[in-house]
């Protein structure tokens, strides 16, 4: 059965500093992973897509990781700003539907 | 701007009632997914659709059906709604394909009495 795991399930950091979420995926066959995220009162938005071959992809503030041999994914966040408190969803897709995990929700304080 | 579109926002209904929650996109995507979020479960599929007259059962779809007459629209439609459907529902839409982007909804709260 294909999984998605996420951690940690939630993170309080100050306005300005960096995170990192961690993804695990199990999917296969595996086709790519997204990252998305979604702020309070609405749907999730996708910020980036890693696929097979790629390491490394940046998107402003946000890189996310894949490491295709370990099935791990991380979304850093760098210089963190209020608008980044959100939850943070990290998706798995292979030949059909995707998979996804629960969630980070990362709230940023001033 | 093509977009996708829930509405109800808000419900509030009572046990045993027939609830329909429209879905609209004007993406002309041929894949429509409806979810249920709820807190510690993240996103639940519910039911999905391939296309016109194509649906299929996702992991929660006890006591849910939907239909698809068109491209546009997939409602979701709970028979007899009881409180362990009080949730947050999501439709989303995608073109297809294996690097598909999924475009949520902006959802629906549902509470059921």
């Known amino acids: 059965k294909n999984q998605v795991e996420q951690s940690p399930q939630s993170l309080i950091i100050l306005e300005g500093k960096n995170c990192t979420l961690q993804?695990?995926?199990?999917?296969?066959?595996?086709?790519?992973l997204r990252w998305y995220k979604q702020d309070t009162g609405r749907g999730p938005v996708s910020l980036t897509i890693?696929?097979?071959?790629?390491n490394t992809k940046s998107n402003g503030r946000y890189t996310a990781t894949l490491d295709a041999d370990t099935k791990q994914s991380s979304l850093h966040i760098t210089a963190s700003q209020l608008s980044d408190s959100a939850s943070y969803i990290c998706?798995?897709?292979?030949?059909?539907?995707?998979?996804f995990g629960r969630g980070t929700s990362l709230i940023v304080h001033p | 701007d093509a977009e996708i579109t829930q509405s109800p926002r808000h419900k509030i209904t009572e046990t045993g009632r027939q609830v329909t929650l429209a879905c609209h996109q004007t993406?002309?995507?041929?894949?429509m997914f409806w979810y249920r979020q709820d807190l510690g479960h993240g996103l639940r599929l519910i039911h999905y659709?391939?296309?016109?007259?194509?649906?299929n059962k996702g992991e929660v779809s006890d006591g849910y059906s939907v239909s698809r007459s068109n491209t546009e629209d997939l409602p979701l439609t709970l028979e007899s709604a009881a409180s362990s459907q009080t949730s947050v529902y999501f439709c989303?839409?995608?073109?297809?394909?294996?690097?598909?982007?999924?475009?949520f909804g902006s959802g629906t709260q549902l509470s059921v009495l």
């Open positions: 659709s391939y296309g016109v007259q194509d649906t």
């Open positions: 890693m696929t097979f071959s790629e």
């Open positions: 989303a839409s995608s073109e297809g394909g294996t690097n598909e982007k999924l475009f």
């Open positions: 998706v798995g897709q292979g030949s059909y539907i995707p998979t």
């Open positions: 993406w002309n995507h041929n894949n």
């Open positions: 993804c695990n995926y199990t999917v296969s066959p595996f086709s790519n």
